[in-house]
């Protein structure tokens, strides 16, 4: 059994301030855009946005995807609780401000400075300490399905492979 994820249908500009609390819910959203505003130019994985009036089936269209990325999107809600689906773990404020950095470039490399900052805002500890809690963290979100990657001298990429995905690589 499948669980319908709500899209939120936003006016754009108008409800700007909306936007910006779904986002921070894990809500995701369908900006209708009026004909003669500009829309958004940092537009999330979790919205999309289409010019009004639009088709019905076209906004039904824009929806869909957007539940459908939405059940695989992992989010954390106001308690420090990490879910993907019907799965979850409560994270430390450390591992929750990590996160926190990693979702909001969900897929993206996110530089190790960046992270660093947003675990550690009143100044830097050394890569060790990230280090460590990168490993801890790793092993606290696999049974989410949740991976972080660590690119090279970059910096670090979380990705979501769902559980039921099998792994048909033989290296």
Known sequence: MTTATAVALLRWPDEAERRAELQRLGIPRLLMVAADTSPPTDVSTDEDWVR????DADIRARVAL???????RPSIDEFGVLSVGTSWVALSHID???MRSLLDSFRTT???DDVRAAA???GSRNGRVLDTHMHRLRNRIAP???TIHTVR???????FTPADAEDTDTN
């Open 52 to 55: 009004v009036p639009a088709d």
């Open 66 to 72: 957007l539940a459908d990325t939405a059940t695989a």
């Open 96 to 98: 929750e401000a990590i």
């Open 110 to 112: 996110v530089g190790r």
């Open 120 to 122: 550690w805002p009143e």
């Open 144 to 146: 989410l399905g949740l």
């Open 153 to 159: 001298r970059r910096g670090f990429v979380l990705d």
